[in-house]
Structures are given as C-alpha cells and as structure tokens.
C-alpha cells in the first residue's frame, strides 16, 4: 500500500498485579500435548469508539486491569518448560505478557464492511510460530487504536496452553474485570480431570491421531511447512439466519435422513462438499473434513464450567469425494452427524490412552490429515462461544475475526458467529487461486449465496484513502 498503515507506538510487559505464589507443577494434559506444535492462535476483536477523549488513558488503565486479571490466570505469565519426565508444563515464573499499542492510518468506515480490513495480520503482534516454548509469551496483547476512535484488540494465544473456547473466556473474564465487576465463570485449572488412565486401555481404533518419531527442533509433526507451499485466497461469506435455516431445510429435505439437522451439520456439509467440488478432486481420492467435538460435556465426571486448557478432540473424517460430489448435501451431513454422535466419552478416553502409550514411547502425536494436501478441510466453529459478550465499558464488539495466514494450510473454513447473532455465520475460506476462482461458479455455492459479489471483487486488494 506504499504507507505505514499500523505504526507500533510502545511496547511492554504486563505482569500480574501480585506475584503468584510457588505451586506444584501445572502439567499439559494429552490434549494439550497433541497441540504443543500449532502456532499461536491470531483473532482480533473490533470494539466502538470509546467515550474516553485520551486514548493513552485508555491503554493504561487496559494494562491495569489486565495485571489484575492475570492474578486470576497466572498460567498466562509464565512459559512452557519440558519435565523431568519428557512431557510439557508450565513453569510459574511470571515471566508476564507482552502488550503493544499501535495507531492505524484507517477508519472503520473505510471499507464497504468491517471483515474486509486488508492488513489483519498487522493488528496483532508478528511471528506467528513458536520454535522454543521456554522463552515464548503463552499471550501476547495488541492494542489499535483506528482514526475514527475505533479499538482493534489483537491477541495471540499459545494453542498448547487452552483451547478457543477458554481463550475466548478469559477476553470476557477480562473485560469484567476491566469494568470492576466479578468474573462470571472463575477459571479451573484442573488439567488432571483429562488424564490418561492407568494402565491405558485402548478399545477403539483411532483414525484421528498418528504418531511419528520425534522431530529435531519442532514440537509436533503437524508444525512442518512444506517447501514450495502455494499462496492462497480468503473470502469471508456471510450466511444470515435465513440462509442457514434454508440450508437446514435442504438437509432435511435430502434423501439420506436422519433426527434433528442442526446449524452445525447443515454449514458444515455444505463447505465441504462445495470445496470438495471446487477442487475438482479425483473420485478415488479421499478427502477429510478436521474439525474439534468438545469433551466439555461429553466427558464421564463432566468437566467443570471454566475449565482452562484443550478440551476438544479433533475428529478427522474421512471420505471419498466422488461419494460427497455425487450425493445430495443430506449425504455428507449425515455422516457428519453419526461421527458426532459415535464419539462419546469411551471413544474419547480410548484416544487419550493411545496418545500416552505414544508419549509414552517418546513420539510426537499430531493429526491424521494433511494441512497442504488440498484434500482436506479443517474447519473450527466459534458459533457458542462468548465472544459477543465481551464488553470492556464503551460496548460489545461490532465484529470478531480470524485472521488467516498461508502456514495455516489449504482448505480452511472456519464458521464464526456473526454480530447480528441469531443462526448467523461468518464463514472465512482459505484454498488455492484456481480453486477459488471454481468456487464462485459452483451451482450449490450460488444457491445459498446469490448476493455474493464476484470473485475479483471479493478478492481485489482494497486501497485506503490517503
């Protein structure tokens, strides 16, 4: 764009407002584990002009009211250690969490919709990867302040530490506490709720995890980026409720029937399946759609409200894709369903003892899919968590994203709640130019988004005003 358009004005460590007391080990459970290798979680929240005239006194008091915050997830201050015994935990040392205020040369109102901001990645701290877990932040904070008094609030979250859901917590946590008001749903840290157990008992056949040897300098065999890796493209669509209720319709009007349809199910096949037919993948060729089932409620004690740390199993379906581009959308929503529906809480522990038999053996544990294949799908939905809820004094956010960045693979398609809430939905895709360009003349793409722009519209660079 020719200008500085996020200048970076202070730079700084918050610590907790008390120093936290020595403890036992806070060791990472099976899950986490299995995490340790991703990069750090990118999302950005797009608040309203404050009220407040001074933004530097703004800044201040987020930093204050963060330090309290962290007294109540002291975790957060301190850095990821290897144990005697080999696995991952985190060591107390309040090392802290650094926090950046930067100004935008931009307004909200500068593009045609707020989701079309064309340098996200800039609204958060760089370096996305994490090569040593002993000196890197678990969070990293970025206030923007916008022209127009808007407030971008970029974190970066460390997905070993805790998965979407409790990063999305503690947004809200902070943000009472920023407004001196409790903590709604206080932290748990009770990682040993997820333990294996002992001896490890392995009854179901695990397609989703596969273990390799340990690799020199890396965390995990999902956190390797392959030489030549192609660029890829993003659109962000939006299906209103009336769209997702038309696409349930469609579900439950298809030949392969099945109980209730939820929203899930229904926008879930239909990205995959109109992915899959975009790519123009071979029939034979087998193509998996990745995505997290919380053990939140599934699991057997059910795990305490505010429970901190990963507590999602990553399914990693698969099938064939003639199977998805010859059959009605019911078909692929069907099988979706019953993967849900067979993974309970025996299914779940039996994937939790392979992994420490694995871990056990000294291997690294990943997912059973490929990230740049671009066979695969791998979606994660944000739909329930409390991410509009979130307010720090001067209202709740007008839009919440996730920035997308090539190392994250192709294929992605995340499903995000849309501000309007309701069964709204924002749906970022991310594959490859000539894939992209097939999606926007896909029959059952249209049908479900007959107002949506062109593709060099939805993918032209956008020029700020000088």
Known sequence: MGIQVVEVRSVSTVLPAKPTPPTDRYFLSNLDQVFSGQWYMNTVYYFPPPEISDPQKLVDSLKESLSKTLVHYPVLSGRIKTGEDGRLEVDFNDEGVPFKEAHVRARFDDWEDIK?????????????????????????IQINIFRCG?????????????????ATE????????????????????????LEARNPPQVTHSTKDYLSTEKLVDSASVNNQIPEGTPSYQTIV??????????????????????????????VAAFTWKVMTEARDLPDSMITKYVYPISCRQRWEPQLPDGYFGNAAHMSCLPLKAGDIKKNHISYTAKVIHDDIAQTDTKYLKSAMDWMQIELGKGRDIGFN??????????????????????????????????????????????????????????????????????????????????????????????????
């Open 170 to 193: 503690f947004v809200k946590a902070w943000s009472e506490v920023h407004q001196t008001i409790p903590i709604s749903k206080p932290p748990h840290f009770v990682s040993t709720l």
């Open 369 to 466: 899919c490929d990230y740049y294949s671009g066979a695969d799908v791998q979606s994660t939905s944000f739909i329930h968590f409390p991410i509009y809820e979130t307010d720090f004094g001067w209202g709740k956010p007008l839009y919440y994203s996730f920035p997308i960045q090539d190392l994250f693979g192709d294929g992605l398609a995340l499903v995000l709640p849309a501000p309007e809430s309701g069964r709204s939905r924002c749906v970022p895709i991310s594959m490859q130019q000539e894939h992209m360009k097939r999606l926007f003349e896909n029959e059952l793409f249209l049908k479900f988004q007959p107002n949506l722009k062109n593709y060099e519209y939805c993918t032209k660079r956008f020029t700020l005003p000088a």
């Open 237 to 266: 669509f939006r299906l209103s409720t009336h769209q997702v209720d038309d696409l349930i319709d469609e579900v439950q009007g298809g030949p392969w029937k099945y109980g209730t349809v939820t929203a899930f199910e229904a």
């Open 116 to 140: 079309d901001c064309p340098f996200e990645l800039e609204l958060n701290t760089e370096g996305t990867t994490i090569s040593d877990y002993s000196i890197s932040p678990l969070l990293r």
């Open 150 to 166: 808007g407030i971008a609030v970029g974190f970066s979250w460390a997905h070993a530490i805790a998965d979407g859901w409790a």
